[in-house]
Every structure is written in structure tokens, then in C-alpha cells.
């Protein structure tokens, strides 16, 4: 059983920069991904930025350029660098796996519910 807890969410003025952070525990899988989701207030879940068992990375269009999705495979941490952060960018963000997993990112970023195992969630809120 995976299990992800998030920290690090909060407020922040227009232009501004976050990171949030994600514990990632029992993530015993040769292949899968890990990543960052987020949902707006009557919004679709939308992926953000995906990392895979071999760090090839993944971001959406809405973010690219700006946001940074790494890890530390030795403390077992996720991380998203959130720069220039727009207020569009409020949302609940979650930390999400899947494992086991060979899906392509690509395949992955526009599958936003196929993640098997989730975090409870870090709110980010931008104001302008």
C-alpha cells in the first residue's frame, strides 16, 4: 500500500513562488509514476506535472516553464517548485501514484483519475 502526504500549500500574492512537498511511503514498484494534480472549485482534476520510475518528467501546457517536479529518491520525498504563480493556479493540489505502472507520461497526463493511490491534498491559493 502506497501511502502520500502533502505539505506546504498556502497563500500567495500573484507572481510569487511555492513549493509543496510529498511524502511517499510503501512505494515498493520497479515501474510507475508519481505526480502532481490539482482541482479547482467546479473544475476538472487536471495533472500538472508527472515524474516516472526512470525521472523522465512531464508538465502541462497550463504550467510548463514554470512549475518544477522533483525528487529525493533517498528521503523518499516529491516536491513541485510552483514559480510565477498566477491566480488561475488556485486549486487543491494532490500528490498522486500509480504503481505498478508502464503507462507512458504523455498517456498519463491526460488521464487524471488513473492514479491508484492519493494524498488528502494541500490547498494553494493566489491572490491577484
Known amino acids: 500500500q502506497v501511502q502520500l502526504m502533502e505539505s506546504g500549500g498556502g497563500s500567495v500574492q500573484a507572481g510569487g513562488d511555492l513549493k509543496v512537498s510529498c511524502a511517499v511511503r510503501?512505494?515498493?514498484?520497479?515501474?510507475?509514476?508519481l505526480g502532481w494534480f490539482r482541482q479547482a472549485p467546479g473544475k476538472q482534476r487536471e495533472a500538472v506535472a508527472l515524474?516516472?520510475?526512470?525521472?523522465?518528467?512531464i508538465y502541462s501546457e497550463s504550467v510548463k516553464g514554470r512549475f518544477t517536479i522533483s525528487r529525493d529518491k533517498a528521503e523518499n520525498i516529491l516536491y513541485l517548485q510552483m514559480n510565477s504563480l498566477k491566480p488561475e493556479d488556485t486549486a487543491m493540489y494532490y500528490c498522486?501514484?500509480?504503481?505498478?505502472?508502464?503507462?507512458?507520461?504523455?498517456?498519463?497526463?491526460?488521464?487524471?483519475?488513473?492514479?491508484?493511490?492519493w494524498g488528502q491534498g494541500t490547498q494553494v491559493t493566489v491572490s491577484s
Open positions: 510503501g512505494l515498493i514498484y520497479s515501474y510507475y509514476y
Open positions: 498522486a501514484a500509480n504503481a505498478p505502472s508502464t503507462m507512458a507520461l504523455i498517456q498519463a497526463l491526460n488521464r487524471p483519475d488513473e492514479p491508484n493511490f
Open positions: 515524474i516516472d520510475s526512470d525521472d523522465d518528467t
